[in-house]
């Protein structure tokens, strides 16, 4: 079994930072891309960073120049730098990750997510 556990959120004020990370575990092989997506109240879950497994990234428009995503394969963890915060960032934050098992499935996997709420 494989899990990935987020962490990191919480309360901040407009303008503040936060950083994400998630932890992948279980019968892990390797893992390919990782991602963290973020789901408001009443709208659809969207991409906000994603980063392959060579390093290479990509951000939605909306946070292009705030966030920064990163990863420490050693570790199987990715990370989101969160930076100027705005309320419209407000959402919960899932991780997820492209991993092949020992026993041989490439699966997608998600985290539980973890709250992010920025004041204004």
């Given amino acids: 079994q494989v899990q990935l556990v987020e962490s990191g959120g919480g309360l901040v004020q407009a303008g503040g930072s936060l950083r994400l ?49 990163s990863r420490d394969n050693a570790k199987n963890t990715v990370y989101l730098q969160m930076n100027s915060l705005k309320p419209e960032d407000t959402a919960v934050y899932y991780c997820n990750g492209d991993i092949i098992t020992t026993r041989g499935p490439r699966l997608i996997y998600w985290g539980q997510g973890t709250q992010v709420t920025v004041s204004s």
């Fill in 21 to 69: 990370s998630c932890a992948a575990s279980g019968t892990i092989f390797s893992i390919n891309a990782m991602a963290w997506y973020r789901q408001a109240p009443g709208k659809q879950r969207e991409l906000v960073a994603g980063i392959t497994s060579g390093g290479s990234t990509n951000y939605a428009d909306s946070v292009k120049g705030r966030f920064t995503i």
